[in-house]
């Protein structure tokens, strides 16, 4: 089954606590790309990839890190985690010769940082 | 720069209620897709409509129609005779045609169907 999967699916954690959010895709995408959502903002692009490590920021990068050594494989990395890092993320695939430009995404991650 | 506006924070409405979610988008590409998904209680976003700037025709499919006016730049989803499964997050999105462009999100609209 085509699909994005992210883990964990829900995580606790304290403030400055290195965390990992895996996010694996076997569709054999070139793009992917991390959003977080937050209540009245909608979702917001934090990076994306082109391909294998190829990586660039998106509209609010700051406190995060990607790596993109695979091309099945985009974990997001939190170095030093604080609370206005809760959120709920999600990160979603697509291939480069997508018609439509449509997305697939995992079932999202909620992240809260005591 | 691309933005989509979801005016409409929060609609409730009766069961069997018709509804229509607002959407208005601003991009300066000639070529660009606009999306339509719903994040139920359980989180997961659920794809529900496609469109290509140069499709302009309506499209229903059972409950749903969506209403694309390129002339008000506008992506409007209706539901009719709501039900309460209909009870969710929708989000209108956009991305331009080229290359690594990102999907641009609105706000979302809550739509709450009371039994």
């Known amino acids: 089954e085509a699909q994005v999967t992210q883990n964990p699916r829900y995580l606790i954690t304290v403030t400055g606590k290195k965390l990992t959010v895996t996010c694996s895709q076997n569709?054999?995408?070139?793009?992917m790309s991390w959003y977080r959502q937050d209540p009245g903002l909608g979702l917001r692009q934090i990076y994306y990839?082109?391909?294998?490590?190829?990586?660039d920021k998106g509209d609010v990068p700051e406190g995060y890190k990607v790596s993109r050594k695979e091309k099945r494989n985009f974990p997001l990395i939190l170095e030093s985690p604080s609370p206005n890092q809760t959120s709920l993320y999600f990160c979603?695939?697509?291939?480069?010769?997508?018609?439509?430009?449509?997305?697939?995404f995992g079932p999202g991650t909620r992240l809260t940082v005591l | 720069a691309q933005k989509v506006t979801q005016a409409q924070t929060e609609i409730s409405v009766v069961e069997k209620e018709d509804v229509t979610l607002d959407c208005v988008y601003e991009?300066?590409?000639?070529?660009?897709?606009l999306f339509w998904y719903k994040q139920p209680p359980s989180g997961e976003l659920v794809f529900l409509i496609r469109r290509n700037s140069f499709d302009e025709q309506n499209e229903i499919s059972g409950r749903y129609s969506w209403n694309f006016q390129k002339s008000t730049s506008s992506f409007n989803f209706t539901i009719t005779a709501s039900q309460v499964v209909d009870s969710a997050v929708y989000f209108c999105a956009l991305s331009e045609a080229r290359g690594n462009t990102p999907l641009v999100f609105g706000k979302g609209t809550r739509l709450s169907v009371i039994a």
């Open positions: 991009t300066r590409d000639t070529t660009y897709y």
């Open positions: 990839s082109m391909n294998v490590e190829v990586t």
């Open positions: 979603a695939s697509r291939s480069a010769l997508a018609k439509y430009n449509e997305q697939f």
């Open positions: 569709m054999n995408h070139e793009y």
